[in-house]
């Protein structure tokens, strides 16, 4: 009996034993180490994870890098070539006698109204039949010929038979950018062809009108004009 007991105790003194020298093995004593160990595993991932990105980031500075190079010798190519001509364009200029280069252009010496300019009934999707001014201009050279010149025009209407403060019915005026897209002509001549809704500034009572138009030489600076009579 005696030894059965000491038999039975003898586990519970082991185990009082093991507690005296520090092996306690309750969950608590592994939290702190456990965690430690998830800390330093989530860090490692989270630094593997950075260095693509940094690897990417960097050939992506190299690419634009490169892209950068290749533009900057495209364009100081370009500046080269453009400069070559100029300076060929130079020396050709410099080699050719001004009087005689300026006496070979052909530049306006008088503008023409045709015999085709008028008032004219045209149809309008809006209100039917509208008053529109037709303008046949031909700037002529020294030659005798008609040439597409680059300028200004200014183009009046007047009713001579009219008050002096109501003479004036209406001007326009076109800009070089805007008259060469006006250039037109036929098989026997060509010219710039104006068109000008004059509806409402016309009546039923006029006879005749005075067309004028002014022409500013863009190359000579010189003003031309001309005038005829139509019939509205």
Partial sequence: MTKTMRTQNSPQRDSRSDISRGKDLRPQN???PLCLCGFLFFAGCQEKAKTPKSKGSKQLVG???EQSEVTIKRENEELKAENKQLKEQLETLMGIDKPARLEAI???SSIELTNRCGIYDKDSNDTG???TLVVYLRPID???DCI???GAVKIELWNLNAKPAEALLSSWLIEPEKLKKRWSGSLLTSYYKLQFDVS???GSKEKELTLKAEFTDYLTGKILRAQRVIKP
């Fill in 30 to 32: 592994y939290f702190v």
């Fill in 63 to 65: 690419v634009k890098s």
């Fill in 106 to 108: 052909s530049a306006v």
């Fill in 129 to 131: 039949k509208k008053k």
């Fill in 142 to 144: 020294d030659m005798g």
């Fill in 148 to 150: 597409k010149a680059a």
């Fill in 200 to 202: 409402s500034i016309l």
